[in-house]
């Protein structure tokens, strides 16, 4: 029996319709073991090593892979084509004991019987260049993410959360508001004529130019002066520029531009699209078992196959005619930068058309199928052509100008129109009369109109995205990552305004604070420079624990920085530095060990009492924390003694003490034995102390009845009876 491993059940399934007899396929379902989210597991010491762990709930996964794997004769690792995959494939082959220099890593871009046993023909080794490079990229941020959010959440007393690339598109959505709220409107007066040569009929031209400079009017005096001037100018025909204009074909989507388009087209979010996408590359389920439509989705290369180009060519001579087909097939050029692994996205089959799947598909899936389909078609089609003709109308100093525009050929447009509306639709492709240059045009009338400048639109996640994309923040696998964090419901540092993106208050304060002790990290040249290091490592050469140790050094000293406050210490002198505690934020001088002086950051949640604490005989004050309010030791840290304030409700049914009402970290209300850690009690409903007659249970309190807290049990009873 040979053995293949996947992440996905979901892949395995397609794969397995494809593979018969002497072949298994598995899923590891994500990753086996990672690093753990609770501490940051990176030792600075020991040259950046990370240290994973196996998550328990990944165990009985191992278990069974594990027994696959003892039975199996071969053993294949069929992980996504991507620097996450290599990883993936060398978590498993470590797990599993399987020998580095076997060749058992296959891969393929889309999941279809040819490319599946293409690859089972062409095995090869585990690149650990890809899984260094995926280790650095994650050591790093791991670095970063875990040093930083503790720092920002300290000085700006709020849980907060910073990333290396996170942060940056953060500061990008920050810096436009500022510019919007820093933006003030200059007035201009926009002056249409309605023009008419002798026996024609009349158009509107726009002014747009005087004594040969960009010209508008400041103010309504001078659109009043323009105004009467004009009314005694001669109007004629000073230019007339007739072509026929071409528009290409768009490129295939990459992963960038397919969240970009589904945002604007098909309002999805990007993690939506991916997550979309995800399905229809891994295969969905038909009558005759899963079939994957779409290539791998993770990619910023525009390349094409050649089995899939003639596939389009041919397909779109069938169904449009020959003259849609381009003379020269089309050719794409990915970026300078595209790692350019595998293909651009694509249907895998063309003649599995939006139409034929549209039954076995949800309302997103098909929307999004048709949109790779028709991106794709129109890729391979030829060029859109128009007749375009642009009249310059000359007054005096003054010219007015306005353009047409007449379909020649829809070309690729038939498919897909990605043609932009535009903005003065009176002075652009207008229906224009024939016209000779020099021909005196009869002023029919003038129109004024007020107007102001506007500030600069903010972000949308499609705008975001394609700004990141062009400065080279970011990967095609990490953009719709970060736009989940901007937007997660727990710090939420974004909320959408229709579907522009707009910072949240805690958002400036944040970015003000990174920026100021973490430069380097903010910089968007800084962090461009770093993603095509960290991209370098994966081709080979570059030691992945020396990127991070020339990054570390200078981050360290901004990291200690960033903690020194202007509070001095009233014992020695020394400035403070902030820290956080079991009990929340406190100030400790930097002068330790000589000086060990430590206070609450605000004295104010700190109130003295008369209790005396039980374990080291200190005064005992009161906080307050997220479960409420508390007694703490005033010898804090060194000692920790703590005495819930909590209101009592309720009796535990365990051991017959009060229970406290507690709120969850979510906010939740709930009910806790006050005798915990010693007794574990807890319930979400108010315990009455008594059991249940009939099933043994706790008894609760619930809108004055008692009831039984088993949902099987039917039991209840009037509260005073």
């Known amino acids: 029996m040979q053995l293949i491993i996947v992440e996905s059940p979901h892949k395995a399934k397609t794969i397995e319709k494809f593979l018969k007899g002497d072949y298994k396929v598995d899923a590891s379902k994500g990753h086996i073991r990672d690093l753990p989210v609770n501490y940051m597991s990176v030792s600075i010491a020991n040259n950046f090593e990370p240290h994973y762990v196996i998550a328990p709930e990944k165990k009985q996964d191992i278990k069974r892979l594990e027994t696959s794997a003892k039975k199996a004769d071969k053993i294949y690792l069929a992980t ?12 498993l082959a470590e797990v599993l004991g399987l020998d580095e220099n076997s060749l058992n890593r296959i891969e393929f871009n889309e999941i279809s019987e040819k490319a599946v046993k293409k690859a089972l023909e062409n095995p090869r080794k585990i690149d650990k260049n890809l899984v260094d490079a995926q280790q650095a990229r994650r050591v790093l941020d791991r670095i970063v993410g875990y040093s930083i959010s503790p720092a920002a959440s300290c000085r700006l007393n709020d849980n907060l959360s910073a990333g290396r690339v996170q942060s940056v598109a953060l500061k990008m959505v920050v810096d436009r508001e500022r510019e919007i709220l820093a933006f003030k409107p200059q007035e201009y007066w926009n002056l249409k004529a309605d023009v008419q040569p002798e026996n024609k009929s009349n158009f509107k031209v726009l002014l747009v130019e005087k004594a040969g400079k960009k010209y508008k009017p400041s103010s309504a ?35 960038s531009t397919l969240q970009q388009d ?11 699209v991916m997550q979309v996408a ?33 596939s389009a060519l041919d397909y779109i001579k069938e169904n449009y005619g020959a003259d849609y087909v381009p003379s020269k097939p089309n ?28 039954d076995i598909l949800d309302k997103n899936q098909y929307k999004l199928y048709k949109l790779i389909y028709d991106r794709f078609i129109a890729s391979q089609m030829a060029e859109a052509k128009y007749d375009s003709v642009a009249v310059e109308v000359g007054a005096n100093d003054y010219v007015f100008k306005t353009s047409g525009k007449t379909l020649l050929f829809k070309g690729y447009t038939v498919v897909y129109d990605d043609t932009k509306k535009e903005e003065d639709e009176d002075s652009r492709n207008a229906l224009l009369p024939a016209l000779t ?39 095609p696998s990490t953009y719709a990552t970060i ?4 937007s997660d419901k727990k710090r939420e540092y974004v909320k959408k305004d229709k579907k522009y993106l707009v910072p949240n208050p805690v958002s400036y304060d944040l970015i003000d ?20 290091d960290l991209d370098d490592i994966g081709e080979g050469g570059k030691d992945w624990h020396k990127l991070i140790a020339d990054f570390y050094k200078p981050f360290e000293e901004q990291l200690r920085n960033s903690k020194i406050t202007e509070v001095l210490c009233e014992k020695c002198g020394a400035p403070m530095i902030i820290n956080s505690g079991k009990y929340g934020n406190y100030y400790a001088c930097s002068n330790h060990p000589n000086c060990q002086n430590i206070k609450a950051v605000n004295e104010k949640v700190a109130i003295p009492t008369d209790k005396i604490c039980t374990k080291c005989g200190g005064v005992m004050v009161e906080r307050e924390g997220k479960f409420g309010k508390f007694l703490a030791c005033s010898n804090f840290p060194r000692c920790t003694n703590t005495v819930s304030l909590a209101e009592t409700v309720g009796v535990c049914p365990t051991c017959g003490k009060p229970t406290r009402k507690m709120v969850s970290k979510k906010g939740t209300l709930y009910y806790s034995c006050s005798d915990f850690p010693t007794c574990k009690f807890m319930s979400w409903d108010v315990p009455t102390g008594e059991k249940c007659p009939e099933c043994g249970s706790y008894l609760i309190s619930v809108d004055g009845k008692v009831k039984c807290s088993s949902k099987k049990c039917k039991y209840e009873k009037n509260a005073k009876g």
């Open 80 to 91: 996504d084509p991507d620097r996450e995959g290599e990883a993936i494939s060398w978590h």
């Open 262 to 272: 589904g945002s604007i087209k098909l309002n999805l979010t990007a993690p939506q």
């Open 221 to 255: 005096d001078e659109a009043a002066m323009v105004e009467e001037e004009l009314n005694r100018a001669r109007f004629y025909v000073k230019s007339i520029k007739r072509a026929v204009m071409k528009t290409h074909a768009p490129a295939p989507f990459i992963t």
């Open 513 to 532: 604070f990174l920026v100021k002790y973490f430069p380097d990290i903010m910089d968007i040249s800084f962090t461009a420079k770093m993603e095509d």
């Open 331 to 358: 050719v794409y050029r990915s970026k300078k930068d595209a790692q350019d692994a595998h293909e651009a996205i694509r249907p895998i089959d063309i003649n599995r058309t939006p139409e034929s799947v549209k």
């Open 278 to 310: 995800q399905r229809l590359y891994e295969g969905v389920e038909t009558p005759r078992g899963n079939v994957a439509l779409i290539t791998y989705m993770r990619t910023d290369s525009v390349r094409v196959s050649l089995e899939a180009q003639r």
């Open 483 to 486: 736009m989940a964090k901007l």
């Open 437 to 475: 240059e020099g021909e005196t045009l009869k002023l029919n009338k003038l129109f004024k109109e007020q107007k102001f400048t506007k500030p600069p639109t903010r972000y949308t996640e499609a705008t975001l995205i394609k700004h990141m994309e062009d400065k080279g923040i970011g990967r």
